[in-house]
């Protein structure tokens, strides 16, 4: 692929993963600090049961490498590991400085390792790179073939079974089970673009029908993982169907969007999303603190709303105004 073309849903699909990724964050059981709420238990485990994975399926999918390899890495570096070690190393002071803000407290040798081997706080970015920077010759490999990008995605599947799953350094054990996905988005990229994948016809209600019927699905699957929960085969191959069907749901929800009001504010959170993740856990933690230690609201439905509203409209609204300064938009990964 050597010209790059331009996809509105893939910018409003990315804006709704991060909503996502924020949602999961703010009614995460220890943000909203308290062990007994269904909804925000049931709620995480769907959307973490796909929201990642959707992530690298559009990373996938917006791959392009147009230059030479050694320029490609150094871009990558500059707009992945660079935030990446800032961030990480601010999590680390933050949580020396302020240890009332964080939910975990290691020592400084553990967190070291932390960021360097295993992906610290935001191991998406740092897993995000290694594939960035593997994925090339993989692509060479693949060639646009639809058959070979299937050899790929079986033969990671294979690696990540008998060799990857058990592997934390590096990231390993998430490389290869992301790398799936993100192979996945790459074959719908060039499906795409060869006419393989026919347009969704502008139909709302036959769209908004699929995605319910993909949202039962999804459903099915992941309570029926209960069933496997001891048998990794079964587990993992649930694993991934529940992350597909979930990816493509959300693919036919962005579908029947008519509200072009609402596809905006979607692009924009797209535009923002490493951003917007970089800055988030700061955001909730803030709102966590504030709500639950300072003013001792303990009503799970109140936390999560405010985390989410600290975590999302704030943050957007911050990152907004911050990126204004080159250097800002240099350590934040901004292009």
């Known amino acids: 692929m050597t010209k790059k073309r331009y996809y509105e849903n893939v910018d409003v699909l990315r804006g709704f993963a991060i909503f996502l990724v924020v949602l999961g964050h703010a009614v995460a059981k220890e943000n909203i600090v308290t062990t007994e709420s269904i909804w925000g238990a049931a709620l995480y485990n769907f959307i973490y049961s796909f929201h990642m994975p959707l992530f690298f399926v559009i990373s996938g999918f917006c791959y392009n490498q147009h230059i030479s390899y050694k320029k490609f890495l150094i871009q990558k570096s500059r707009y992945l590991l660079v935030p990446y070690f800032v961030f990480s190393i601010a999590t680390l002071l933050m949580q020396k400085v302020l240890p009332f803000f964080t939910l975990v407290n290691y020592s400084l040798q553990d967190e070291i390792q932390q960021i360097l081997f295993f992906g610290g706080n935001i191991w998406f970015v740092y897993v995000l790179f290694i594939i960035m920077a593997i994925f090339p010759m993989v692509a ?162 109140i936390l999560a709303v405010a985390n989410f509203t600290s975590g999302m409209i704030f943050n957007l609204g911050f990152c907004y105004f911050i990126l204004k300064s080159e250097v800002i938009r240099f350590i934040c990964g901004k292009r």
Do not use: W
Request: aromatic residues 16%.
């Open 140 to 301: 060479k490999i693949i060639n646009g073939r639809i058959r070979k990008g299937i050899l790929a995605l079986i033969s990671v599947m294979m690696i990540y079974i008998i060799v990857g799953k058990n592997v934390d350094l590096f990231c390993i054990s998430k490389v290869t089970y992301y790398f799936l996905y993100f192979i996945i988005g790459h074959i719908l990229r060039f499906s795409k673009e060869n006419g393989k994948i026919v347009e969704v016809k502008e139909r709302t209600y036959v769209t908004l029908a699929i995605t319910i019927a993909l949202l039962c699905v999804d459903l099915g699957i992941i309570y029926g993982m209960r069933l496997f929960v001891k048998n990794f085969y079964l587990g993992y191959l649930c694993q991934m169907a529940s992350a597909f069907v979930g990816s493509l749901m959300s693919y036919f929800l962005i579908c029947t969007l008519r509200e072009e009001k609402i596809k905006k504010i979607l692009k924009l959170f797209g535009k923002y999303s490493l951003q917007i993740y970089l800055f988030n856990g700061y955001f909730i933690a803030f709102s966590r603190t504030l709500l639950f230690s300072i003013f001792h609201i303990s009503n799970p439905m």
